[in-house]
């Protein structure tokens, strides 16, 4: 009901860690597809990992494996868990809240969006 904030961005070397977070205060959210998304410069916008009411998730193939979705519903925050770091993660990274439907969360629209984060991996 009201914009996602995001936090946890930075700057890290190829190799590291971020853990990013999304508050997302508001009736209803746990009831409806969650998600992160990310775009770089130059490209279109790419899913990232969605996470379904009872915890199911869906990745981008070019993360699975190395980031982790997961939430927390008594605290209204969305996660998002980056290992392995690479420079082609770089990007500015989104939370998207209140799905339209509660399933295949990397393709549905969504009602409400943060301002973003910004991920920068060096090499």
């Known amino acids: 009901q009201v914009q996602p904030v995001e936090s946890g961005g930075g700057s890290v070397q190829a190799g590291g860690s971020l853990r990013l977070s999304c508050v997302a205060s508001g009736h209803g959210y746990s009831s409806f597809c969650m998600g992160w998304f990310r775009q770089a410069p130059g490209k279109e916008r790419e899913g990232v990992a969605g996470?379904?009411?009872?915890?199911?998730?869906t990745y981008g193939g070019s993360v699975k494996g190395r980031f982790t979705i997961f939430k927390d519903d008594a605290k209204n925050t969305l996660y998002l868990q980056m290992n392995s770091l690479k420079p082609e993660d770089t990007a500015m990274y989104y939370c998207?809240?209140?799905?339209?439907?509660?399933?295949?969360?990397?393709?549905?629209?969504?009602?409400?969006w943060g301002q973003g984060t910004q991920v920068t991996v060096s090499s």
């Open positions: 996470i379904e009411s009872d915890g199911t998730t």
């Open positions: 998207a809240a209140l799905g339209y439907k509660d399933y295949n969360c990397l393709e549905v629209e969504y009602a409400d």
